[in-house]
């Protein structure tokens, strides 16, 4: 076979695999779990390399052999793009990360906790210095041990906050609430929140939200909580569209009032940042959950890629925090990816 058309296979295999990812970031994985979601992916993805080496294979000659080139050029195009809005959307890192960093000799990080710390001033809050803790994304499940989810529980307890935050898909399966009773169970000083998540719509709604509220959390679901915390008050808002409700519009605040809102997908943070919201908690990502060195993660189930995978942004004057979360979906392993939490503390100018 001559290097041409060797080299015209590699190209139009290369650009077949780029649209599959993107097919696969912001479609396929977005799809309702089901059996049949697995087999459709792999389908997907012989498809789309079995094109793309008979393409290439028919398609050596110019001007055909530049197709590829010019799809792969805005493929790269595209990740300028994301990389510069990122960046422009870049907040203040964690003040403290305990432990610090993965061991590139232990790849597999899938109950290796971590505790992102952050520091956060706000000109519309003039109370003591409050601390939220983040928690996101627990998908007990019995591939885990249980005393990892409790451990998980009393650490964040530990952080003493005045208010926690539980950010979506609490099970992995509807056999797993029974375990998740032993898990949950109010943390926080003041008030424990909760939204739901897309596998915990697709469990079934009703039996998580019984369980939540058995173990003492407070849910919310397209409507908001006026938490009073000395002389101030702070709206606390749970926004678990497009699962659980077809209203997209946002419960708004006084301009004066700190507004934060839960959401389990960052994908709302758009619509969320044209709110009153002033935070938004969110988690949906994984961070990937199976990252590579230097690259990052492949695959986020998210319509703008791996924009806001993971960390602290601010989108249109609203903080935005995504947590890599607790548990794991299929495969159940996390690589180069650590479980995490966030510790949120929120003081005012004074405070500085």
Known sequence: MPVIQLTSIFLYCTAALCVFLMLLNRVLILMPGSRAKGPIILAAFAISIGIG???????????????????LGLVLLGEVRRVWIRRSCAAAPPVDTIPHQVDILNPVTTTDLVVHRYRVSHPKWRGAPLRIVHLTDLHVHPKLPLEYYQQVISVAEQTEPDVAVFTGDFIGGVGALGRLKEVLRPIAKRQNYAVLGNHDYWVGPDAVRKVI?????????????????????????????????KDKSIPRHEAEKLHVVLSHTPDNIYRISKSSADFAFCGHYHAGQIRLPVLGPIVVPS??????????????????????????????????????????????????
């Open 53 to 71: 080496a008979l393409t290439g294979y028919f398609s050596y000659r110019p001007p055909w052999v530049f197709v590829p080139v010019a799809l």
């Open 213 to 245: 509220g058995e173990c003492g959390l407070r849910l919310l679901s397209g409507e908001s909580h006026l938490l009073a915390v000395g002389d101030s008050e702070i709206a606390f808002t749970g926004y678990d569209y497009p699962w659980g409700t």
């Open 303 to 352: 319509v703008y890629g791996r924009r806001f995978d993971h960390g602290h942004f601010i989108v249109n004057g609203t903080h935005l925090f995504v947590a890599s979360g607790i548990g794991t979906v299929y495969p159940p392993i996390r690589i180069y990816c650590q479980p995490d939490m966030f510790v949120v503390d929120i003081v005012g100018d004074m405070n500085k």
